[in-house]
């Protein structure tokens, strides 16, 4: 009568990452359906039944969870549907082109030397990976999608909070059912502490925006004048997502709340995306000193850091098999979510318009009729030889179709630049126990405990 309503108002994150997998061995590893709050939710846990939703041209718009994201990110590429998504997705696609990457690899460069030196004073400490990675990673992205150097700018220590606090409140309101209720989040969540950062997030944003366009406009005219691209310094120009967007403002295909909406985007997929997967990678690579040697064996052989071009890194091929399976076994982003926006047929089933369809990646990379012994970190099963006859939706990570991950190889680069920086000065030495961390399931994947790790400086 209740379906399963009832088993959902007790839950934390914590529990709802253990009722998933529950629910997979009560279902004796296959597809489920639970109802909640009157309507199916249909979860699909094998790559084969996937197949029909990746591939699927209608199966586009998100679920109703994402909503709670729409204060901050509006009607950004990750929520938008329809015509407005397809159009800015392709407008967007110019910003992630091999060209670009290689202005951004710079910025990864840059970043990871920062890190480094602050790593230096922290060598003999257990050190908290959460906090420096997520530094890292939130100064890329604000530099590359906005072209401004966060530590430059007044406001910034107030901004990477803000933008964690957004993450958290929304987060919350995901875990919490009752909170799906507006009415109830005002009046006993943390509904005005809410509103003052996305206040403060959308005013530092907007104003960078507004400096932007100004110094774009002029650029325009200079270049129009000159016929080549310079900043101003008279170098190549380094193009940050910013500058597509007015590109695109400039030819009347997006406005002034749009750009807002797509750099708050960027900012909340770039972000934590990329942490989440450095964090576990570096926590596996403590835990594997073989493998870790093996990384270290490969980036002997590919020169100084600070010439290391995008090719370079991609020459990486075990680094990247490290990351793959990181991906495969804590996945960033552990499922995503879709709604029925009319009466949809899918796997022999049909589900009435408003149904919702959980895709539980994190199950679907651990079948271990795909990859034997799942539990096990083994990067060798990403090797060309051993990828061959896999199927084309068991590794998932980036999710897969006309939806997924636009980024996603703007985050490989950017995690191979630091943790060859990292790998080539310092061991990584283990502190935090795989058996003693709780995970917890939202958009992120996250763990209830901060991770440790030792560093031991490498003597040349
Ligand atoms: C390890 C890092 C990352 C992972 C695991 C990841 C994963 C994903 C996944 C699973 C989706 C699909 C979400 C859904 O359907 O609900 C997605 C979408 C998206 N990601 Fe990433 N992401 C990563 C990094 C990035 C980065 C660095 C950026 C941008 C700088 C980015 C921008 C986006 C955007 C804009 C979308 C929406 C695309 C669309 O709907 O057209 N992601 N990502």
């Known amino acids: ?21 529950q629910s997979l061995l ?24 996937a197949a029909e939703l990746f591939q699927s041209t209608t199966l586009l718009d998100k679920s109703v969870i994402y909503k709670y994201l729409i204060p901050f990110l509006g009607d950004g590429l990750l929520i938008s549907s329809d015509r407005k998504w397809f ?34 004073h922290l ?46 409140v929304i987060l919350e309101r995901i875990y919490n059912p009752l909170m799906y209720y507006d009415f109830v989040f005002r009046l006993f969540g943390r509904y005005k502490k809410h509103k003052e950062d996305l206040k403060i997030a959308s005013d530092f944003s907007s104003k960078i925006i507004q400096k932007k366009r100004e110094v774009y406009r002029k650029k325009k005219e200079m270049e129009k004048q000159q016929g080549n691209e310079v900043d101003d310094f008279g170098k190549k120009k380094r193009y940050a997502m910013l500058d597509t967007l007015l590109d695109e403002e400039s030819k009347g295909n997006i406005d002034h709340e749009g750009i807002c909406d797509e750099v708050n985007t960027f900012m909340f997929e770039g972000y934590d995306t990329t942490s989440t997967c450095l964090i576990f ?15 270290r064996e490969e980036i002997a052989n590919i020169g100084d850091f600070s010439s290391l071009t995008v090719f370079d890194f991609n020459k990486l091929e075990y680094l990247e ?3 793959k399976e990181t991906l495969r076994l804590y996945p960033s982003v552990p499922f995503i979510a879709r709604t029925c926006v009319a009466e949809t047929r ?45 199927h084309p939706f068991a590794f998932v990570p980036f999710s897969a179709g006309s939806r997924n991950c636009i980024g996603q190889k703007f985050a490989i680069l950017e995690m191979k630049a630091v943790l060859v920086a990292l790998l080539s000065n310092f061991e990584i030495l283990p502190v935090t126990k795989l058996e003693d961390l709780i995970f917890e399931y939202g958009i992120i994947l996250r763990t209830k405990q901060k991770i440790y790790a030792k560093l031991k400086k490498i003597e040349k």
């Open 281 to 295: 990678t570096i926590l596996n690579l403590a835990l594997h000193p073989d493998v870790q040697k093996k990384c």
């Open 346 to 390: 899918i796997n022999g089933l049909i589900l009435p318009t408003n149904s919702q369809i959980n895709v539980h990646v994190y199950d679907i990379m651990r079948d271990p009729r795909h990859f034997p012994n799942p539990t096990e970190f083994k990067p060798e099963r990403f090797t060309p030889e051993n990828s061959v006859d896999r």
């Open 1 to 21: 009568m209740f379906g399963n309503n009832l088993d959902m108002l007790k839950m934390t994150p914590e529990t709802i990452f253990q009722y998933c997998r």
């Open 321 to 323: 098999c490290v990351l």
């Open 123 to 168: 060598q003999k400490d257990e050190i908290e990976i959460n906090d420096i990675v997520t530094e890292f990673t939130l100064n890329n992205v604000i530099e590359t999608a906005l072209g401004v150097k966060l530590d430059d700018m007044k406001g910034s220590a107030q901004y990477r909070h803000t933008i964690h606090d957004i993450e958290e």
């Open 26 to 49: 009560y279902a004796k590893g296959k597809s489920y359906i639970y109802y909640f709050l009157r309507a199916p939710i249909y979860n699909i846990t094998t790559a084969e039944d």
């Open 87 to 120: 159009n800015r997705r392709k407008s967007l696609t110019p910003a992630f082109h091999f060209n670009v990457l290689q202005t951004f690899n710079d910025i990864f460069k840059e970043e990871s030397l920062k890190l480094l030196k602050k790593l230096q």
